[in-house]
């Protein structure tokens, strides 16, 4: 099993800065990529960015340029550098781990953070 828990969301006016943190715990030796999604009302959940183990980064085109993925492996924890902010980004961010024992793979998720963008 795995535990995430986010911190950092809030209210911020468009083109202001935010910073979303995920700190796992439990079985994480065996994480092979930890990732934020979104969801806004009425719409999907959606891949905002994610990094590999590895180091490997990965983001969606709407926020490449505006978003940075970093994780700190000494505390077990994955930030989310939001810039820029327009209102779009309005939604609840989800932090994801998932788990690989092969042949299977397991996906975690955080209780949810939720991210303001409005004047």
């Known amino acids: 099993q795995v535990q995430l828990v986010e911190s950092g969301g809030g209210l911020v006016q468009p083109g202001g800065s935010l910073r979303l943190s995920c700190a796992a715990s439990?079985?994480?030796?065996?994480?092979?990529?930890m990732g934020w999604y979104r969801q806004a009302p009425g719409k999907q959940r959606e891949l905002v960015a994610d990094?590999?183990?590895?180091?490997?980064?990965n983001y969606a085109d709407s926020v490449r340029g505006r978003f940075t993925i970093s994780a700190d492996n000494a505390k077990n924890t994955v930030y989310l550098q939001m810039d820029n902010l327009k209102p779009e980004d309005t939604a609840v961010y989800y932090c994801?781990?998932?788990?690989?024992?092969?042949?299977?793979?397991?996906?975690?998720w955080g209780q949810g953070t939720q991210v303001t963008v409005s004047s």
């Open positions: 439990g079985s994480i030796s065996s994480i092979s990529v």
């Open positions: 990094i590999t183990s590895g180091g490997s980064t």
């Open positions: 994801n781990a998932r788990r690989v024992v092969f042949p299977l793979s397991f996906d975690y």
